[in-house]
């Protein structure tokens, strides 16, 4: 099936031919749905934060970032805006020459509200000779929304989001990354006012990104009064995955070429290991606001932060005295406790267990890494959420999933997932070392028969692909797991362009 050419461009992408072989069975099987439990809800999954327990939580992370601890802000930020701009790209291509959509009449209607908008007539000028309000007044909308999108242009259309320029200040204009480069400092900076902020990105904007770093970094340095440590990555090349075709064999271009496409977010689970650090948060690049909105953003950054260090110090605690042999039948259950009731990890057949497999059992699922997952009320938006699952092992733990991963043909089921209380909205801060500082491998706890089989098209032919777990989903399916409920004010995505005049970005 594969040739010895095959070979040699699998080996040179670091791809081995039983990795290969195991995707085109998973072409062929399918991915089982999970079983679920149920949705987690506040008391049964997501907890809730009192006022005297913020107090506690944000002195935890205070204290923490006191001491000589490595922090990291992961910010997967390599994805093209194309789809930001989908409206504007059907507006140039469509019949008519005057806004006619809803999307669009907004978009024109408020034009001078975006933060782009002077960068924006500029480039009008400098193509057609005339602002943005005098192509306007003559008719050439087309113009305008090319000016935006095309490479002559601010090209918006091909750039990535954290390149964007998203939000307007009195005296600047600040891209998506901008502001993660000010809120990182606001909640990620240790004792010694270092902050390190690690961007994932694609090869053909890296030269970009690093640019526009060098060009604002003393800025925000004398703003905050921080030293940043900016890093990047890109995705692996050893993770992508092989196209098949509709007969799961291996999808060949029209040059007889094996095809390889990116293995989705989950890919990043690679990225993540490779950062050297005692603790990382995990935001998306387009979930930003503006300073004035960030207070309440940056208060439960840290009460997640405290969270963690919390249950992780209670985690670290258990451990040593299992593996030292200290503990009694009265301590074993306070351990048992502590992963129903705090962890929501549960055994159903726990009691049968002797005290020998009970000390193992516990050593298992103590010596993991930590998440904490903020997660907001359930408004409608597309995307994961909180259930409690059954794991492999015939455990039930906490995961995200997606509604690709749930059986909908199953009432019950779907009664989970339609009753959900809550929403992922991508908000992680992870402890990713032992008790003893020694780093986790994280592809260790990835469950690999939780990625997702979608079909595309190349050259006219039809094609299956495949997505790698993923990166909160099934990268992480066998992590210690904690909801906190967060506001939903602090999740402002920008899926499209016309998002960016919501009152929270303005």
């Known amino acids: 099936m594969l040739t010895q050419d095959d070979l040699k461009v699998l080996a040179l992408r670091g791809i081995t031919e039983e990795a290969i072989q195991e995707q085109l069975k998973c072409f062929a ?5 999970l079983r679920l439990s149920a949705s987690a809800s506040i008391g049964n999954g997501i907890m809730r934060v009192d006022e005297n327990s913020a107090k506690e939580y944000l002195a935890a ?13 992961f910010v997967p930020a390599s994805g093209a805006a194309s789809r930001m701009f989908k409206n504007l790209f059907e507006f140039l291509d469509a019949e008519y020459d005057e806004p006619t959509t809803d999307f669009e009449k907004k978009f024109f209607e408020r034009i001078s509200h975006f933060a782009f908008y002077d960068a924006l007539n500029d480039a009008c000028v400098v193509l057609y000779g005339n602002t943005i309000e005098g192509l306007v007044d003559e008719g050439n909308y087309k113009e305008v929304v090319a000016a935006l999108l095309g490479e002559d242009g601010l090209n918006y259309g091909a750039l990535p989001k954290g390149l964007l320029q998203f939000h307007a200040y009195e005296s600047q204009v600040r891209t998506a990354m901008e502001e993660h480069l000010a809120e990182g400092a606001m909640y990620a900076g240790n004792a010694a ?32 009064n921080v030293r940043y440590h900016i890093t990047f990555s890109e995705q692996k090349p050893s993770t992508d995955t092989i196209a098949a075709d509709m007969e799961n064999n291996p999808f060949r271009d029209s040059d007889g070429s094996l095809l390889f ?16 650090a005692d603790v990382i948060f995990v935001k998306n690049i387009d979930n930003v606001v503006p300073d004035r909105l960030k207070e309440e953003t940056v208060r439960y950054k840290k009460i997640i932060g405290g969270v963690l260090v919390s249950i992780k110090k209670q985690i670290d605690t258990y451990l040593a005295q299992l593996r030292r042999g200290e503990y009694t039948a009265e301590l074993l259950q306070q351990m048992v406790d502590f992963l129903e009731n705090q962890l929501f990890n549960r055994h159903e057949n ?21 998440r904490v997952c903020g997660m907001v009320k359930n408004v409608g938006e597309p995307g994961g959420g909180p259930f409690l699952a059954y794991n492999q092992d015939g455990t039930v733990s906490l995961q995200i999933l997606e509604s690709s991963q749930i059986d909908m043909n199953n009432a019950e089921a779907r009664s989970f997932f339609e009753k959900g209380t809550h929403f992922n909205p991508v908000d992680l801060v992870c402890a990713v070392r032992d008790g003893v500082g020694e780093k986790y491998q994280l592809p260790n706890f990835v469950d690999r028969n939780t990625g997702f089989i979608s079909y ?18 099934g990268a992480m399916s066998d992590w210690n797991t904690i909801f906190v409920e967060v506001p939903i004010e602090t999740f402002n ?9 919501r009152e929270q970005h303005q």
């Open 193 to 224: 006012r270092d902050v390190k902020v690690h961007f994932t990105v694609s090869h053909d904007h890296l030269p970009l990104f690093r640019d526009l770093v060098e060009q604002v970094r003393p800025q925000y340095e004398q703003e905050y």
């Open 29 to 33: 099987t399918g991915f089982p749905f």
């Open 261 to 276: 496409r990116p293995g989705g977010h989950g890919a990043l689970i690679e990225n993540l290991n490779d950062i050297d």
């Open 493 to 501: 995505p920008v899926k499209t362009v016309n998002d960016l005049l």
């Open 350 to 370: 726990i009691s049968s267990l002797n005290e020998k497999e009970l000390v193992a059992y516990l050593i298992k699922k103590f010596d993991r890494p930590v």
């Open 61 to 73: 992370w205070d204290n923490y970032l006191a001491e000589d601890h490595s922090i990291v802000k």
């Open 456 to 473: 595309k098209s190349k050259s006219g032919k039809e094609l299956k692909a495949l997505e790698l777990p993923g990166l909160w989903n």
